[in-house]
Nanobody
Framework: QVQLVESGGGLVQPGGSLRLSCAAS????????MDWFRQAPGKERELVARITSGGTTNYLDSVKGRFTISRDNAKNTMYLQMNSLKPEDTAVYYC???????????????WGQGTQVTVSS
C-alpha cells in the first residue's frame, strides 16, 4: 500500500517561514504529478502548488513569489517552502500524488492526512 505523510506545519508569526514535507512510501513504481492543497475553515479545498515529474511548477496566484514547491524523486518526497506568510495562509495543508504502483497499473491519486499551518501574532 501507499502512504503519504506530511510534516512541518505549526504556528508562525506573519512574515515568517515554514517548510512542509510530504514523504511517499510503500509500493511505488513512479510518481507523476505532486500537489499541495489547503483548506481553511468554512472554505473549499484549493490547489496551492503543483509540480510535474519533469519539474514544471504552477502556483495559486495568491502565493506566487512567496511559496516554492520542489521534489526529490530519489526520496519520493515533495516540499513546500513558504515565506512571507500571511494570516490568510492559515489552513490545513494536504499533499496529493498521482502515481503508479506498478508499470502496468493506472495512475491513482493518494492523499496525506494533512498538517495544520497557523499564521498569527
Amino acid at each position: 500500500q501507499v502512504q503519504l505523510v506530511e510534516s512541518g506545519g505549526g504556528l508562525v508569526q506573519p512574515g515568517g517561514s515554514l517548510r512542509l514535507s510530504c514523504a511517499a512510501s510503500g509500493s511505488i513504481f513512479s510518481i507523476d504529478v505532486m500537489d499541495w492543497f489547503r483548506q481553511a475553515p468554512g472554505k473549499e479545498r484549493e490547489l496551492v502548488a503543483r509540480i510535474t515529474s519533469g519539474g514544471t511548477t504552477n502556483y495559486l496566484d495568491s502565493v506566487k513569489g512567496r511559496f516554492t514547491i520542489s521534489r526529490d524523486n530519489a526520496k519520493n518526497t515533495m516540499y513546500l517552502q513558504m515565506n512571507s506568510l500571511k494570516p490568510e495562509d492559515t489552513a490545513v495543508y494536504y499533499c496529493s500524488c498521482a502515481l503508479l504502483t506498478t508499470q502496468w497499473s493506472g495512475l491513482k491519486v493518494y492523499w496525506g492526512q494533512g498538517t495544520q499551518v497557523t499564521v498569527s501574532s
